[in-house]
Nanobody, 135 residues
Framework: EVQFVESGGDLVQAGGSLRLSCAAS????????IGWFRQVPGREREGVGC????????VYAPSAKGRFTISGDNAKNTMYLQMTSLKAEDTAVYYC????????????????????????????WGQGTQVTVAS
C-alpha cells in the first residue's frame, strides 16, 4: 500500500515562498506519477501539477505555471512543491497523490496540462498540509 507524509505547510506572508514535501512509502518499483492538488473548503479540489518518476517529466496546470515548481528525489521517494510569490488565494490544503498504472500516469499528465480535473487518474492520496497566506 502506498502512503504519504506531507509536510512544509505553514503561515506565510503574501509574496513569500514555501516548499512542501511529499514523502512516499510503498513506491519501490516501476513507473508512477505524483500529483499535487489543493483544496479550499467549500470548493472543488484543484490539480496543481504532477511529475513522472521515470524521467522527471513535469506538467503544470495552467493556473500554476510560473510560480510553482515540482521536483523529485527518487532516492528518497520524496517529491517537492516549491511555491513562490504566494498570494492569499493560494491558501488551501495541499495534497499529494500517486498514479501507478501507465494508463493512469498518461491520464494524469494529459488532464493536468489541459487544466482539467486529474483526480480520477490517482490511486492513493495523502492527508494534506495546510498553507495559509496572509495578505
Amino acid at each position: 500500500e502506498v502512503q504519504f507524509v506531507e509536510s512544509g505547510g505553514d503561515l506565510v506572508q503574501a509574496g513569500g515562498s514555501l516548499r512542501l514535501s511529499c514523502a512516499a512509502s510503498g513506491l519501490t518499483y516501476g513507473d508512477y506519477a505524483i500529483g499535487w492538488f489543493r483544496q479550499v473548503p467549500g470548493r472543488e479540489r484543484e490539480g496543481v501539477g504532477c511529475i513522472r518518476n521515470s524521467d522527471n517529466t513535469t506538467v503544470y496546470a495552467p493556473s500554476a505555471k510560473g510560480r510553482f515548481t515540482i521536483s523529485g528525489d527518487n532516492a528518497k521517494n520524496t517529491m517537492y512543491l516549491q511555491m513562490t510569490s504566494l498570494k492569499a488565494e493560494d491558501t488551501a490544503v495541499y495534497y499529494c497523490a500517486a498514479a501507478l498504472s501507465p494508463r493512469r500516469i498518461s491520464l494524469a499528465l494529459v488532464t493536468t496540462a489541459r487544466g482539467e480535473d486529474p483526480s480520477s487518474a490517482y490511486d492513493y492520496w495523502g492527508q494534506g498540509t495546510q498553507v495559509t497566506v496572509a495578505s
